[in-house]
């Protein structure tokens, strides 16, 4: 599988990332989902320290003990979380920052992160203070490079600006066109990758399209009624899908631009895992299938989240 430069660093992640937040609680499962992904060329996974209170790192530490040094380790803070009582509060302060790692490296039984993220951030955060944060904890050697997961343009503005971030998580798929107006070649120009979240919008674009419509889409999705969203899956699978499958265009529409380092994908299944890597990783999406694509969706626009 094609590997991308990770921002400025030395880090270099798989085209496509699983994302472990639907692997689910069974460890031996888990094991499975994740040695699949790897036997792909998948060499990046991505967690969080609330995906299940910790228990997600807790599995995923697990699962590749003895292979650390073929994975690329992502994981996320910001979120102080009680266990005990399923509640959690925002919390990007230094400190949490400092002690969220520790916890975080516990879990997962290792000694670094490669990549470690804001688990989300508003304006109003003290944001100096969580880059210093990040800064020392990259000069300590606990993480190789850091960066956010945020869809708020300001935010991530202030953090091109103030910080040597090296990527950004943010959710891109052929229906939610955002980052495109105004996020993606601003990080390029600066040399910050991009990790796209819900490239398959919530299963909508995947093979299962039409059920997923019917179950997620009945109140539409962004600007999209349930009823464009039928069209939109129909155009698709008419046009595109002969020699491939919607989970490929899907998969490939967010990669074709150059920002973008690694498509996330959730699993659930070993079935899932092949899905959406059981095709010709090299094979780009032609300039002509791409502007083809956008003029079926909308390039909607942030509003809400600044």
């Given at each position: 599988m094609i590997k991308?430069?990770?921002g400025k660093s030395d880090i270099y992640v798989s085209a496509l990332t699983l994302g472990c937040m639907s692997i689910g609680t069974d460890a031996k499962q888990a094991s499975y989902i994740i040695d699949q992904a790897l036997d792909t060329g998948i060499n990046h996974l991505d967690t969080a320290d609330l995906y299940n209170f910790g228990e997600n790192e807790q599995i995923v530490g697990k699962a590749i003990q003895g292979k650390r040094a073929q994975v690329v380790l992502t994981s996320k803070?910001?979120?102080?979380f009680n266990k005990e009582k399923n509640d959690w509060y925002w919390d990007p302060?230094?400190?949490?920052?400092?002690?969220?790692?520790?916890?975080?490296?516990h879990r997962l039984q290792t000694n670094y992160l490669d990549f470690y993220m804001l688990h989300g951030g508003t304006i109003e955060d003290p944001i100096d203070e969580s880059i210093e944060a990040f800064e020392e904890l990259k000069k300590e050697g606990l993480i190789r490079a850091y960066g956010i997961s945020s869809i708020r343009p300001n935010v991530i503005r202030e953090y091109v600006e103030k910080s040597s971030i090296d990527a950004v998580m943010m959710q891109y798929n052929l229906l939610d066109r955002r980052p495109e107006e105004e996020m993606l070649d601003l990080l390029h120009a600066n040399e910050i990758s991009v990790f796209t979240r819900g490239p398959l919008a919530k299963g909508m674009l995947s093979k299962h399209g039409k059920k997923q419509i019917e179950k997620k889409g009945q109140g539409g999705y962004l600007d999209y009624s349930q009823k464009e969203l039928f069209a939109i899956f129909d155009n698709i699978s008419n046009q595109f899908t002969s020699e491939t499958s919607c989970n490929e265009i899907a998969l490939k529409y967010v990669l074709k631009h150059p920002a973008v380092a690694s498509a996330v994908f959730g699993a659930s299944s070993s079935e899932q895992v092949k899905e959406n890597t059981d095709f010709d990783h090299a094979k780009a999406l032609t300039n002509e299938t791409y502007l083809a694509i956008q003029q079926l969706t909308k390039p909607i626009k942030y509003t809400d989240h600044r």
């Open positions: 991308n430069q990770l803070v910001g979120n102080h302060s230094k400190a949490h920052i400092k002690n969220g790692l520790k916890d975080s490296l």
